[in-house]
């Protein structure tokens, strides 16, 4: 059996579409619900519904077409369940009718070719970035967060993982701070000296709730120390959130989740420090 979740009822299909739908057995049509301006929490309410039903009906396959947040979620919930989705391609063919007043009406027509699976995009296999002390494998995540401007390399940082030991428990994080005895990168998080003090400007930048001490033409850093930020994903796996040049610094004061006694710590690190941009750097906002 096959559900045409549609606003296209089967007895209006083409001929050839319905020998392709019936490949699946019988057709059942099944009203795709309308979707008004609701909110995201009755929206949802409805996938659930939808999905409760479909589940119960056990089809052999379910077309699905309609509104497309909505489809999404039918989509990728029924996908997980294992069922063929589809979805109808057909060939738009277009005419232009002349009337008699001078306009031109245009006139569509949706000619089906086949029905198309709904599938996912095949994601690459994570980078492996290294392995624990503990024997625990770390790879990359989907959209690396590294920070290779740094001049970290995939070599150093392959080594600062084999020196640490991931300790904290599945699904929650862990970062650590590897020292060598040779410069691994540079850092723009700079100590102020009283001179450099004197040039702080404090920028509001893109996307932060508060105001960052800036360094505008002052070069990085060199530095000796890489610091990790991992999460652990399992027994035997974790991912590599970040990894910069450096050592780990303090939060901003603005963040909201600080403390108090938090964000007077942040405040007296980042009185102490500034970030270094380099002359041509533009500010934000």
Known sequence: MIINLSNHPHANWQEKQLRAAQAYGEVIDLSFPPVSRTTDEEQEQIASQLLSQIREMKPDAVLV????????????????????????????????KPEEDGTIVKIARFD?????????????????????????????????????????TDEKIREAISLISVTCSCGKTQAA???????????????????????????????????????????????TSLTLALLRTGEKEAILLTAFAGEKASPEPWSPSLTDAEREAAEAFWNNHALAFPESALMDS
């Open 112 to 152: 089906f070719v086949r029905f198309r699976p709904y599938r996912r995009l095949k994601k690459p296999d994570p980078k492996l970035m290294g392995i624990t002390a503990n024997g625990i494998s770390v790879k990359d995540r989907q959209h690396s967060h590294v920070h290779y401007e740094d001049g970290l």
């Open 177 to 223: 701070t590897v020292r060598f005895d040779e410069i691994v990168g540079n850092s723009s998080c700079i100590a102020l000296t009283d001179e450099l003090r004197k040039r702080v400007q404090w920028v509001q930048r893109l996307g932060r709730d508060g105001v960052t001490p800036v360094l505008y033409g002052v070069p990085p850093i060199p530095v």
């Open 65 to 96: 077409m309609g509104e497309f947040s909505l489809v999404f979620m039918v989509v990728d919930a029924l996908l997980d369940d294992g069922i063929p989705i589809l979805t109808a391609a057909s060939d738009r063919v277009t005419e232009e």
